[in-house]
């Protein structure tokens, strides 16, 4: 939430470290939203009116400034949502950060002692107990944690705040590894009650997994869910110029992003401030009290308290309606919460992470290493990432041939596997006295070393020939590729599909937004050096059909990778772009090709060093916000493009390619068995502008330049080829 590093000891109590250069968020997001919904201005108003009357009251009995007698206790929970990076945070360090976060809402934190003498007198103590839930809103016994490994991962925003609790029974804390573009330089943002009461779905804190306990990021970002703004005011810019928080005891103020002496000692602002106590401060550079840099609302990295006001307006918002926020602290919502009952021993969820070789596992930018070939020497490892319990033992079992066939080890493992096939992975977690749970989960693909040689095609006619091109769900979402038993090109039989669908809505509100998704498909191994031998080129040839949802520019992509070495590295080999792959326009219903014009001819050239004796083929699809389904069929494998390829395969096809041409054009056909054949030229008005005989080896296949000279000017022209006595006259669009 800060912006440079002042650091000290509370800042390291749980040993992650902080970050510089990186700010509170609030503020930001608090005027979008006022863009979106101006009524929220209008609910801030009249919650401070409250607030403030709130307060005078407090004043009226001479109670602001002493012990406050009743404690507020709330419910939290905490969600983690990862990929299975750092952002990955233990079970226990949920625990003793939440233990200090209460610290500090109880004036608790032994760094008190720190704040400058002139100030002690106004730390605050806001008596506000955070407890982790025990009971989750279906009434099931839970440890306050949740966890969800997901692609927003690291593309935090308010879609990233995944398995949303009522926020008027829990206050929300979710935690990730990155924050989205649109939250940039951000560590941590919250909701203000008045934006909440329009977007309760969003309410709470979001923050990089990394300030978890960072200096006081999270009781700063807690302060702001109960109407606390920063000390100079309701802005993201410390530094700027004098500004306030209509606290009374915490005066106007630059804002401070380092514990420089200058920088507790600042007296620009002061100038002859009253506080509302109706304490005067001198504007003299002894008044040490005319800032308040070490306030955990300042951006100083020195955070060691909250005022009085400060507490005083966080327990007054807590008691307002607005948002709900006078429910969490009400006997009938912590008895359903189970706020104040112990923590429950609950069995342990077993739960591993893949990486192979070197290769880390996690984040969207990372490869995802799941493939390999039958008894390759290079390793996966397996990594124990059970929870919800302290585990105190774990038991493996590998399928496949597995170098390792089972273990008991808590951390790691590393294994190979001799047999092709999906390998299973079973997981046992023993927890401390509540007994066991057990997983069992494909985790890798290991491929046949056997290669195809000579010719391939898969038309994909019905599921079990997939049985060789293993599809990855990597998230487990709505995004996939899957089988489609109907909508293959040409005639409707069965197909591959992506399906990119964007509701948007729920119930997939978390799997509709896509951006940062991707899933792989593999293909078999191919022996090219048998393809079309002495040709210089080779083709992956294939037809897809896709559409959007929107006509958004950027949305989805797929890349084609190649591997000669088992999937140990890929090279990419090409990009098909929005514009390649959505070729049916926008259509808001579920899209499904229905005839042969809805498909599209795909072409991809294998480079030379990528025709190995065993090389595979990778297909990735990257869905985006406003796309559709993506379907794809008649995969093979030749010298020529997917348009002449099926002409070559077909001996009474006539191809002209490319058509419409902006210069030379190519005609391909078959040679009938008399080995002759004649092709006229036309203009549309049927006069002859070229006339060409050829001779070959019967039944052989021909292409034909057709220069661009020939063409008088731009416009359409007619093709007629006679061979046979048989004609076939083709529309050719000269640019």
Sequence with gaps: ???????????????????????????????????????????????????????????????????????????????????????????????????????????????????????????????INLHLATIDPNGNPTIGITRRQSYFANNGSDLAKMDYWPSTKYLNIWFIAKMSSDHSGAAAYAYYPSSAVYFPQYDGVIALASYVNTDKTIPHEIGHTMN??????STNN?????????????????????????????????????????????????AADTVNTQNIMDYSYCSKMFTIGQAARMRAALTSSVAGRNNLYSASNLAATGALAARPDLKPIPDFSIDKGLFTWGGSTTDRMVFSCE??????????????????????????GASVASSTSTGTIQNTFSTPGWVTVDMTATGNNTGTSTISRKAVYIASNTAVTNTYAQYFTAESDF??????????????????????????????????????????????????DFDDIYTPAFDLTTFAPGSSTLNLNFFTAGAATSGIASGDSMQVFASSNCGDTWVRIAVLKYADIINNGVQTAEFAPTK??????????????????????????????????????????????????????????VKLYPNPS????????????????????????????????ITGSANSFVTEDIDRSIFPAAGVYLVTLTQSEQTNTQKLVIQ
């Design 662 to 693: 902006n210069g030379s054009t190519k005609l391909y056909f078959t040679l009938s068995q008399s080995g002759e054949a004649n092709y006229a030229i036309r203009d549309i008005a049927g006069k002859v502008i070229f006339r060409k005989n």
């Design 467 to 516: 049985a060789n091109w293993p599809m990855f769900n990597y998230y487990g979402n709505n995004f996939k590729w899957e089988y489609s038993s109907t909508n293959g090109y040409p005639s409707g039989d069965g197909c591959i599909r992506f399906r990119s669908f964007d509701t948007r809505v729920n119930p997939e509100r978390y799997s509709g937004i896509a951006t940062g």
């Design 596 to 653: 042969a014009s809805n498909w599209k001819a795909q072409t991809v050239a294998i480079p030379a060093a990528q025709r190995t004796n065993k090389t595979f083929f990778r297909f990735r699809y990257w869905p985006a916000v406003g796309g559709n389904n993506m379907y794809m069929d008649n995969f093979t494998i030749s010298p020529w493009t997917t348009e002449i390829k099926e002409v070559a395969a077909n001996a009474s096809d």
């Design 228 to 233: 606390l703004a920063h000390t100079w005011g």
């Design 375 to 400: 008894g390759s020497t290079t390793k996966f490892r397996f990594t124990n990432r059970s929870w919800n319990d302290t585990i105190t033992g774990v038991t493996w079992a590998f399928s496949n």
């Design 1 to 127: 939430m800060k912006k440079s590093i002042c650091l000290l000891g509370s800042a390291l109590l749980m040993g992650w470290a902080a970050k510089a250069q990186i700010s509170c968020g609030t503020d930001d997001l608090y005027r979008r939203l006022i863009k979106e919904n101006p009524a929220i201005s209008t609910t801030e108003l009249a919650l401070n009116e409250a607030i403030k009357n709130a307060i005078e009251a407090e004043k009226k009995y001479g109670s602001l400034f002493k012990t406050t007698a009743v404690s507020l206790d709330v419910p939290i929970v905490v969600h983690v949502i990862h990929d299975y990076g750092t952002d990955y945070l233990p079970d226990t360090v949920i625990f003793n950060a939440a233990a200090y976060w209460n610290k500090v809402y109880n004036k608790e934190n032994e760094d008190t002692v720190d704040v400058l003498s002139n100030l002690k007198q106004y730390i605050g103590n806001p008596q």
């Design 238 to 286: 410390p530094g700027v110029a004098c500004g306030d928080d209509d606290v009374d005891d915490t005066p106007p103020t630059y804002g401070h992003t380092s514990c420089l002496t200058s920088d507790l000692y600042d007296t620009r602002c002061a100038t002859g401030y009253t506080d509302g106590s109706g304490i005067y401060h001198p504007n003299s550079a002894a």
